[in-house]
């Protein structure tokens, strides 16, 4: 998909500006699916269901537009336990996934557990952790697809920190075919900023049962948020437009890509 075309998809809406939260997340998931071509016929969908505002809106939303898609799908979520931090309110995420027709499953994993002897526990150690779960159980269930809940400035800020960390070109890609499993990672929230998110989650009433981790967002993270925000002035045009640059050179980078990062 072009720059040009990536951009006027997203930008050309200009209702959604006086639309409200859910109508605004409920069109961005609707166009980023179609266009990204992230869902198909028959697919069966996993939800990586952490309890946090962005996989619950992405549940509620992957629900919601099942009538604009046309698409028949399955959807299930799981939640991934760890033994190091609980704030989730299991019994609300349990009864909102089943209020959206979604079935539910807990799954404790002895994240902090497997840490070897002088090892310290870090973010990148409960994602790489997470995520063998996940495929372990996406696969054992007969799901081919697992759905992430990361949005617009998540990938913005994962090609910044590859490019200055790495020295590498990469970003989230919102379409990852696996290569040794037959299962692949879909981001249905690729098009919607954090903020709109939120805003969401509030309107829904998503954010009183909704939880983040202890150890919150990591440092490099946290200093390519600022330093992004520094040069845009936090503009959603600004980020749109590097969101559709990432999407229009030889190599699109919102497509299967050689590396990832979390």
Same mark, same amino acid.
Request: some cysteine; overall charge positive; proline content about 3%.
């Given at each position: 998909?072009?720059?040009?075309?990536?951009?006027?998809?997203?930008?050309?809406?200009?209702? @959604?500006?006086?639309?409200?939260?859910?109508?605004?997340?409920? $069109?961005?998931?609707?166009?980023?699916? @179609?266009?990204?071509?992230? &869902?198909? +016929?028959?697919?069966?969908?996993?939800?990586?269901?952490?309890?946090? #505002?962005?996989?619950?809106?992405?549940? *509620?939303?992957?629900?919601?537009?099942?009538?604009?898609?046309?698409? /028949?799908?399955?959807?299930? !979520?799981?939640?991934? !336990?760890?033994?190091?931090?609980?704030?989730?309110?299991?019994?609300?995420?349990?009864?909102?996934?089943?209020? *959206?027709?979604?079935?539910?499953?807990?799954?404790?994993?002895?994240?902090?557990?497997?840490? $070897?002897?002088?090892?310290?526990?870090?973010?990148? *150690? =409960?994602?790489?952790?997470?995520?063998? +779960?996940?495929?372990?159980?996406?696969?054992? /269930?007969?799901?081919? $697809?697992?759905?992430?809940?990361?949005?617009?400035?998540?990938?913005?800020?994962?090609?910044?920190? /590859?490019?200055?960390?790495?020295?590498?070109?990469?970003?989230?890609?919102?379409?990852?075919?696996?290569? #040794?499993?037959?299962?692949? @990672?879909?981001?249905?929230?690729?098009?919607? +900023?954090?903020?709109?998110?939120?805003? =969401?989650? +509030?309107? #829904?009433? &998503?954010? #009183?049962?909704?939880?983040?981790?202890?150890?919150?967002?990591?440092?490099?993270?946290?200093? &390519?948020?600022?330093?992004?925000?520094?040069?845009?002035?936090?503009?959603?045009?600004? $980020?749109?437009?590097?969101?559709?640059?990432?999407?229009?050179?030889?190599?699109?980078? @919102?497509?299967?890509?050689?590396?990832?990062?979390?």
């Amino acid at each position: 998909m072009s720059a040009q075309s990536l951009q006027a998809g997203v930008m050309s809406n200009r209702f @959604l500006r006086r639309a409200g939260p859910g109508t605004v997340v409920q $069109k961005l998931t609707t166009k980023a699916v @179609l266009e990204r071509k992230l &869902i198909s +016929e028959g697919d069966r969908i996993l939800i990586a269901a952490s309890g946090g #505002k962005d996989s619950t809106v992405m549940a *509620w939303a992957l629900s919601a537009v099942r009538p604009a898609l046309k698409i /028949n799908y399955e959807l299930a !979520a799981l939640h991934l !336990a760890n033994d190091f931090y609980s704030c989730c309110n299991i019994p609300a995420l349990s009864g909102r996934m089943e209020e *959206w027709g979604i079935p539910f499953t807990y799954l404790p994993v002895p994240v902090m557990g497997r840490l $070897k002897e002088g090892r310290k526990m870090n973010c990148y *150690w =409960c994602s790489t952790q997470r995520r063998t +779960e996940l495929i372990r159980y996406a696969m054992d /269930n007969g799901f081919n $697809k697992i759905a992430l809940g990361h949005h617009l400035d998540d990938i913005i800020e994962t090609f910044f920190m /590859n490019m200055t960390g790495k020295g590498i070109l990469s970003a989230m890609p919102m379409f990852l075919a696996y290569r #040794k499993y037959p299962l692949s @990672l879909i981001r249905p929230l690729g098009y919607l +900023e954090e903020q709109q998110i939120i805003a =969401c989650a +509030e309107e #829904k009433d &998503i954010l #009183k049962s909704s939880c983040s981790c202890a150890y919150g967002i990591n440092s490099v993270r946290r200093d &390519i948020r600022k330093r992004i925000a520094a040069f845009t002035g936090n503009s959603s045009s600004e $980020k749109r437009r590097i969101l559709a640059a990432l999407s229009g050179a030889e190599v699109d980078f @919102l497509e299967d890509c050689s590396y990832e990062t979390d």
